[in-house]
């Protein structure tokens, strides 16, 4: 079972842009379809967007033109490219490897959008 590691989230201006990153464990990365999710206070866990082995992507409609999902699988790592941040972006956000009913997930890390 692979293991994620989160990392990239920070405190950022409304309009402004961030990187996260999902560093796999193991090279068997590339077989799962990697995810991001996301937590905001007081909300339940929602997806934000999904690559498959092959590379197709899927995104929440909030999130659409403003974010894009990529991975590397050479480099055991994903990535959420979030331009364009707003206030509801606020949230913990988390990456999911899945692979058939095998599941991983990070830590988290802690994105703020605020003035």
């Known amino acids: 079972q692979v293991q994620l590691v989160e990392s990239g989230g920070d405190l950022v201006q409304p309009g402004g842009s961030l990187r996260l990153s999902c560093a796999a464990s193991?090279?068997?990365?590339?077989?799962?379809?990697i995810s991001w999710y996301r937590q905001a206070p007081g909300k339940q866990r929602e997806f934000v967007a999904s690559?498959?082995?092959?590379?197709?992507?899927n995104y929440v409609e909030s999130v659409k033109g403003r974010f894009t999902i990529s991975r590397d699988n050479a480099k055991l790592t994903a990535w959420l490219q979030m331009n364009s941040l707003k206030l509801e972006d606020t949230a913990v956000y988390y990456c999911?490897?899945?692979?058939?009913?095998?599941?991983?997930w990070g830590q988290g890390t802690q994105v703020t959008v605020s003035s």
């Open positions: 999911k490897a899945e692979l058939g009913s095998i599941e991983s």
């Open positions: 193991r090279s068997s990365f590339s077989f799962y379809m």
């Open positions: 690559i498959t082995r092959g590379g197709n992507t």
